[in-house]
């Protein structure tokens, strides 16, 4: 009798501390996206607040180009207020580098605009948030595949599934506004 108590003791313990070291990892997993979100949310912030600047720039050459200014304003107001869903936002961010990417065509008109030394700064800075914010993009992601295949696969999604971790989206946009075509800004 004694030994089948221990056995069961020993398997009870064992289910325990892998219930416990299970739901730590998926807490664990969350805080990690957590925390490459405000990543993402920072460089979508700096790039936000380069906006402003390239749109002034531009249309101090191309004022007859009032829709597109006026679109990269609408949704650049439109995304800094977005604070829902990952999708939702991914949905947003798209709009933007959309409008973002017809702005930068319309420089290609501009010449002189090519050639000016504030408007070329503020590109290379905007290139630079994109690369960032590309990275930073590809890091939550990568968390929110580790959380989601742990929530998944079995034995964890029991787990998972009785202390109400919930699946978590991918943040997916358009190639960013670096990928401009025909556009030449060197």
């Known amino acids: 009798m004694w030994p ?15 219930v416990v070291l299970t739901y730590n990892t998926l807490v664990a997993l969350r ?3 957590r925390d490459a979100w405000s990543n993402i949310d ?6 936000y607040d380069l906006i ?7 249309k101090g050459y191309a004022a007859h180009e009032k829709e597109i200014f006026e679109r990269v304003t609408e949704l650049r107001a439109q995304c800094l207020a977005s604070q829902g869903a990952v999708h939702k936002q991914a949905a947003d961010e798209n709009l933007l580098v959309d409008a973002l990417k017809r702005l930068l065509v319309v ?9 000016d030394q504030h408007f070329l700064k503020l590109q290379r800075q905007l290139v630079n948030t994109e690369d960032r914010i590309q990275a930073a993009r590809r890091f939550f992601n990568g968390n929110v595949r580790d959380y989601r ?3 998944e696969t079995f034995p964890s999604s029991l787990i998972a599934g009785i202390f109400g971790f919930e699946s978590q989206d991918y943040f997916s946009v358009h190639p960013s506004v670096r990928d401009v075509p025909d556009a030449d800004f060197g």
């Open 42 to 47: 920072t460089e979508l912030k700096r790039r």
């Open 4 to 18: 089948l108590l221990v056995i069961v003791v020993v398997v009870f313990l064992l289910l325990a501390v892998y």
């Open 107 to 115: 420089v290609e008109n501009y010449p002189q605009l090519k050639a």
């Open 31 to 33: 805080n990690h996206i």
């Open 149 to 151: 295949n742990k929530c």
């Open 52 to 58: 402003p600047n390239l749109v002034a720039t531009v």
